[in-house]
């Protein structure tokens, strides 16, 4: 499993700034009745959101301070903070807040703040922390994982029979869907190395004969486009993260879970597991055979799953040549692999090539029991 350390941490990906970027949430830092004078009031300038989970004005925010945060992570003179008065009451209480969110300033080396009273968006923040810290930051641009839709490529791209395609029609303006906006682009960035998988949205207030043309009355309306049925399917179901991962892995055939990472079902295929088990218990000559029955199975395997029974199939064949340690030692080098730095798709590889093995190793160890 890879350590937390080592983690891009899809969960903690916030949301579009108008639909257009993209920033992590630990960017933020989060601070507690525990931590706060332990950051705040020291050798740098905070500002500090005070907010509440359940705050709409507070979604409507979050996007605009994980982007400030996001912008000034590098500036070592000052911190961007945030505390949930819902789990942290005396704190808030502490620093007179009465309404959410309410932002405050902590000047370097002082607990006594000045309240900020001027727009909450990422550029007027900014430009507030510019002048009082010193600093001299610009707001920063990170690209979406979410594919922008307009007339001239929404067939293009919702169309693609090889691509299955989850689309919100949504309005700028329209506050329902800035609150959804955190979670879809979570979302995206959760399948953004699956290629045959596309999250996308289409401004259906600039477009609205589009729009129209799939029934699009309300925002944000969502509509499924898989490779079968291109005609578009509504989705019904929850507009929470966990409602849209499995949403996304059930229609789509994959195994992800809410951060992108893939999880111990990834890869595998019931039937050539059935030829594993007969693999596993087989003799030395059988095992030729059985290894000939995977190969045609794998032959008639398409997309992803050709390449996980690519997968099996190299897994069985050195198993056979390297004898009955290969399994384990493999599964040990893999789990040293996943606990260094790597990239999310190297990630991927060897979590793939580890659930397979897996399913060698348990076999085995039923026939050795």
């Known amino acids: 499993m890879l350590k937390s350390r080592i983690r ?42 005070f907010y509440a989970p359940w705050c709409g004005h507070c979604k409507k925010l979050a996007p605009e301070f994980e982007k400030l945060g996001t912008s000034f992570k590098k500036a070592k003179s000052v911190l961007i903070g945030k505390v949930d008065c819902d789990e942290n009451k005396s704190l808030c209480s502490k620093y007179g807040v009465s309404g959410y969110p309410t932002i405050k300033w902590f000047p370097k080396g002082s607990l006594e703040p000045k309240k900020y009273e001027g727009a909450r968006n990422a550029e007027a923040l900014a430009v507030f922390v510019n002048s009082e810290g010193g600093t001299n930051v610009k707001i920063a641009t990170i690209p979406s994982s979410i594919v922008v839709l307009t007339p001239d490529t929404f067939d293009r791209v919702v169309l693609d029979e090889t691509k299955d395609v989850l689309v919100e029609f949504y309005a700028p303006w329209c506050g329902h869907c800035k609150q959804l906006a ?51 399917e509504d989705y019904g179901g929850g507009r929470d993260l966990e409602d849209f991962i499995s ?93 260094k730095s790597i990239n999310q798709a190297k990630a991927d590889e060897f979590t793939l090539k580890k659930n397979i093995l897996s399913t060698f190793a348990s076999l085995d160890e039923v026939r050795q029991g």
Not at 199 to 206: G, M, P, R, Y
Not at 208 to 229: C, H, I, M, Q, R
Not at 287 to 315: D, H, P, T, W
């Open 8 to 49: 891009f941490d899809f969960v903690a990906v916030a949301s579009l700034l108008l639909f257009g970027s993209w920033v992590l949430a630990d960017d933020v830092v989060v601070l507690t009745e525990e931590s706060f004078e332990k950051e705040v009031g020291q050798d740098r300038s905070a500002l500090v959101e």
């Open 182 to 232: 955190p979670t879809y682009e979570k979302v995206a960035t959760a399948f953004k190395l699956d290629e045959d998988i596309v999250i996308a949205n289409l401004d259906a207030d600039k477009y609205k004969d589009l729009a129209e043309k799939y029934g699009v009355s309300g925002y944000p309306t969502l509509k499924f486009f898989p490779k079968s049925n291109k005609a578009g």
């Open 247 to 339: 949403f996304v892995n059930d229609r789509c055939g994959t195994s992800r879970d809410g951060q992108g990472q893939l999880t111990s079902k990834a890869g595998i295929i019931s039937t050539l597991d059935s030829l594993v088990k007969e693999f596993v218990s087989a003799g030395n000559d059988e095992k030729k055979a059985i290894l000939s029955q995977m190969e045609e199975e794998v032959e008639n395997l398409k997309g992803s799953s050709a390449r996980y029974g690519k997968i099996y199939l190299k897994a069985a064949k050195n198993s056979a040549e390297k004898g009955a340690d290969y399994v384990k030692k493999e599964i040990q080098r893999l789990e040293r692999m996943l606990d």
